[in-house]
């Protein structure tokens, strides 16, 4: 079943929207899910908690692409989950580490003043992806979108994982220089 008739069948509040959607994307979710929480039984309930949220979102929304839609959606609520999980320790795997080197680049408040600054930034990082070379991007997306680790980044690029580190270290020292460059740093 296309994207658009499983929207039509969650805008219509027919049940079998969310096992058609499950059907489609829920292992592309479970996958996103398990790469931040490194826990099956998380990630499950991450997928389930996303498919509910998607019940509820649509209507109104009508999202042209689901698995975007979903996958946000999946990563939104895992990394949540995995804040909650660990607010009183410091680590928790992969996802933190990655979100880790990120939060060096473009850490910031949570205040509400922060929202115009938050806009900001997440259009300056779109404009600096957009600028990079299509590998590149990739690396930058399975690390820091997808939270994969290293190791399956070289798998994936047939990079060494050095290879992948250091590209990924020189793509933030690049997208710092742009954040300051144009003051959200």
């Known amino acids: ?15 079998d929207a969310i096992s058609e959607a499950n059907g489609k994307y829920g292992r592309f979710c479970y996958r996103i899910a398990y790469n931040i929480l490194s826990s099956p039984e998380d990630a499950e309930e991450s997928v389930s908690d996303a498919l509910l949220s998607a019940w509820n979102a649509i209507p109104p929304r009508r999202p042209k692409l689901l698995a975007p ?13 995995l804040r909650t999980r660990n607010r009183d320790k410091r680590g928790g795997g992969e996802a933190a580490l990655a979100l ?11 205040s509400p003043e922060s929202a115009a600054l938050q806009k900001e930034l997440a259009d300056s990082i779109n404009r600096f992806l957009d600028q990079l070379p299509r590998t590149e991007r990739r690396v930058f997306l399975l690390r820091y979108w997808y939270v994969e680790p290293i190791a399956d980044i070289a798998d ?5 994982p050095s290879k992948v580190t250091s590209m990924l270290h020189r793509i933030r020292g690049n997208l710092k220089k742009q954040l300051i460059k144009e003051e959200l740093l």
């Open 100 to 110: 880790e080197e990120l939060e060096e680049v473009v850490g910031g408040s949570e």
């Open 69 to 81: 839609f979903l996958g946000r959606i999946t990563r939104n609520l895992a990394i949540d989950r």
């Open 1 to 15: 079943m296309d994207d658009q008739s499983i929207v039509e069948l969650f805008w219509n509040r027919s049940e």
């Open 156 to 160: 994936k690029t047939g990079f060494s």
